[in-house]
């Protein structure tokens, strides 16, 4: 490892010390430090295999796929037990235990994060995106706790004693390391009475809460099924809430662990939206997370933008466009504001950075944008083929990469996808926009301008609606250099001014041909035929837009636009 880090950081006195500071950068630093991770073997067990214990196998006229010569042999499965302790551990494990003075009637339970790296830290294992397998998993623990465990649940034993009590669960779709968690402690059960395959956990004294808060989870689970066009994955959903949580929700096979800090009561009005949006995205993550996996990291967007698309438009049909329009208004002003990089990354130090806030509701935004590019219903088609096998019978693909999506995307709608991959999903930044215009009276339009600000240039269309005092009018204005200009022609004419004189205290309306109307003292007239303007009403991307209008313009937008965007403008 020393080798590479030599080229970042050289011994003193080094020859190469000059040479190396052309090229101290961040993406040197990131290749230099992953091949000094590939090539260095700590942390990793190797385990040599006699050649004395490979067992042959001959297999006579055995043609292997894709043509080529018949392969004569082959090598027998072999089992490999490995005995191991996890002692005192760093990450992975987590242990919540009474504290004296600061909680003293904690309920003790444990549970493991396996989400980010988490499950080489408990377990030998290929923790990879790749790397899939069954499994069948055995948990011995004291006869009042609670064992619950990705998988499907198969018996629970007790011992020949009985203080020890043995549950166990089995994973027959083959999913990675990653995929797999538990929790133990005294948990209380709720089944949901209408479809018992959803279970939920708590502890001890919030059954209550607990209904409350997850009573709601058949709807989604049921909506995701019809959207998607392919049932849920697995045989149980168990959601476990436990204490000291590392994040708010972690999602793997067939169950999610979650923070106690979303349970609540009937109480609390403003809590159950955040809550709801949270187990909901947790849900949606079973289809496109857990059972369907990404291939890279870089391709972990794919991971959270699908997941938070389907609870978006979930949380549409439950609480209705309005709400759903202002959650993807308050989403894209947070992306503006903090997300700096790209979706597709590759030069990133470590891959817990793509598991940021900013990453996550950029990946859902971008979703929602891909859906109002291609078409909604050929979106739909394109996650549902996703999840399911195609009809005509074309294998389903486990690993999902960008490529392949973006290839499906075309596949699908016939539309390439390439210059939205270029600047939404590989790109930085966001178009940012000063807009500005003036009504002309000899010609009776508007002259309409955008400007684009800082280094980050963006080309696309800007749709003007347009809102006379007769009807709207909307205007699609395609912008690409730094200062854009357009003309829009008004549908509606002017209201004569009938008064034979004007009254002390009125304002003079301009009588000249060439004077135009471009500021908030003329454009208050009542014979100005210009009622309000909006900017990219359907809000089609992610950008930051500042654009003036008159007083008068603004009180008719307030309260005459049924839109509930409009209003908040």
Same mark, same amino acid.
């Given at each position: 490892m020393s080798n590479y880090l030599d080229e970042?950081?050289?011994?003193?006195?080094?020859?190469?010390?000059?040479?190396?500071?052309?090229?101290?950068?961040?993406?040197? %630093?990131?290749?230099?430090?992953?091949?000094?991770?590939?090539?260095?073997?700590?942390?990793?067990?190797?385990?040599?295999?006699?050649?004395?214990?490979?067992?042959?196998?001959?297999?006579?006229?055995?043609?292997?796929?894709?043509?080529?010569?018949?392969?004569?042999?082959?090598?027998?499965?072999?089992? %490999?037990?490995?005995?191991?302790?996890?002692?005192?551990?760093?990450?992975?494990?987590?242990?919540?235990?009474?504290? #004296?003075? #600061?909680?003293?009637?904690?309920?003790?339970?444990?549970?493991?994060?396996?989400?980010?790296?988490?499950?080489?830290?408990?377990?030998?294992?290929?923790?990879?995106?790749?790397?899939?397998?069954?499994?069948?998993?055995?948990l011995k623990t004291h006869p009042d706790c609670s064992a619950v465990c990705s998988g499907q649940f198969v018996e629970q034993t007790w011992s020949g004693d009985g203080d020890i009590k043995i549950t166990r669960y089995r994973i027959d779709t083959p999913i990675?390391?990653?995929?797999?968690?538990?929790?133990?402690?005294?948990?209380?059960?709720?089944?949901?009475?209408?479809?018992?395959?959803?279970?939920?956990?708590?502890?001890?004294?919030?059954?209550?809460?607990?209904?409350?808060?997850?009573?709601?989870?058949?709807?989604?689970?049921?909506?995701?099924?019809?959207?998607?066009? #392919?049932?849920?994955?697995?045989?149980?959903?168990?959601?476990?809430?436990?204490?000291?949580?590392?994040?708010?929700?972690?999602?793997?096979?067939?169950?999610?662990? %979650?923070?106690?800090?979303?349970?609540?009561?009937?109480?609390i009005i403003d809590?159950?939206?955040?809550?709801?949006?949270?187990?909901?995205?947790?849900?949606?993550?079973?289809?496109?997370?857990?059972?369907?996996?990404v291939k890279t990291w870089p391709d972990l967007w794919l991971r959270f933008g699908s997941a938070g698309y389907l609870a978006n438009i979930f949380f549409k049909k439950m609480f209705g466009n309005n709400d759903y329009r202002m959650h993807l208004l308050k989403e894209g002003e947070y992306v503006i504001e903090h997300s700096k990089n790209a979706l597709y990354r590759s030069n990133y130090i470590h891959h817990v950075e793509l598991f940021s806030r900013a990453a996550k509701r950029k990946a859902a935004l971008v979703f929602y944008m891909l859906e109002r590019q291609f078409g909604a219903d050929a979106f739909r088609k394109t996650l549902g083929q996703i999840v399911r096998p195609g009809e005509d019978g074309e294998k389903r693909v486990l690993s999902l990469t960008t490529r392949y999506v973006m290839k499906l995307i075309k596949k699908i709608t016939g539309q390439?996808?390439?210059?939205?991959?270029?600047?939404?999903?590989?790109?930085?930044?966001?178009?940012?926009?000063?807009?500005?215009?003036?009504?002309?009276?000899?010609?009776?339009?508007?002259?309409?301008?955008?400007?684009?600000?800082?280094?980050?240039?963006?080309?696309?269309? %800007?749709?003007?609606?347009?809102?006379?005092?007769?009807?709207?009018?909307?205007?699609?204005?395609?912008?690409?250099?730094?200062?854009?200009g357009a003309d829009i022609q008004c549908l509606s004419r002017m209201r004569k001014n009938r008064r034979k004189k004007r009254q002390a205290g009125d304002i003079a309306v301009p009588t000249e041909e060439t004077e135009q109307v471009d500021d908030s003292t003329r454009l208050n007239q009542i014979d100005v035929p210009l009622l309000w303007i909006r900017l990219d009403p359907d809000f089609t991307y992610i950008k930051k837009i500042q654009f003036r209008q008159s007083e008068r313009m603004w009180l008719n937008q307030l309260t005459q636009d049924r839109d509930v965007i409009g209003q908040y403008e």
């Open positions: 970042l950081v050289p011994q003193q006195g080094s020859d190469t010390q000059v040479e190396t500071r052309k090229v101290r950068d961040l993406a040197t %630093l990131s290749v230099f430090y992953l091949a000094a991770a590939n090539a260095s073997n700590e942390g990793e067990l190797v385990v040599e295999v006699p050649q004395s214990d490979i067992v042959e196998m001959v297999l006579e006229n055995t043609q292997p796929p894709g043509g080529g010569p018949p392969v004569s042999k082959t090598y027998q499965p072999f089992e %490999l037990r490995i005995v191991y302790k996890v002692i005192c551990p760093r990450s992975g494990v987590h242990f919540v235990l009474p504290d #004296a003075h #600061a909680y003293p009637h904690r309920s003790p339970h444990m549970y493991t994060s396996s989400e980010v790296d988490g499950a080489r830290m408990w377990m030998p294992c290929l923790d990879t995106l790749i790397d899939r397998c069954t499994w069948e998993l055995e990675t390391a990653r995929s797999i968690a538990f929790a133990v402690g005294m948990f209380e059960e709720w089944t949901d009475p209408n479809v018992p395959q959803l279970k939920h956990y708590c502890l001890p004294g919030r059954r209550d809460k607990l209904i409350h808060t997850v009573e709601f989870l058949s709807q989604p689970l049921a909506y995701f099924a019809e959207f998607l066009g #392919a049932k849920y994955p697995y045989e149980t959903y168990r959601q476990v809430f436990v204490e000291d949580a590392p994040t708010e929700a972690s999602s793997f096979c067939s169950l999610s662990v %979650l923070s106690t800090h979303l349970l609540h009561g009937p109480e809590q159950t939206i955040y809550t709801r949006r949270v187990l909901a995205f947790a849900l949606a993550e079973q289809w496109i997370g857990n059972f369907i996996t390439d996808p390439r210059n939205f991959e270029k600047k939404w999903i590989n790109g930085t930044g966001f178009p940012d926009l000063s807009c500005g215009f003036g009504f002309s009276r000899r010609k009776h339009h508007i002259e309409f301008a955008i400007r684009q600000n800082g280094n980050c240039k963006f080309s696309g269309n %800007l749709l003007v609606r347009v809102h006379e005092t007769g009807q709207n009018n909307d205007q699609a204005i395609a912008y690409e250099e730094d200062v854009q």
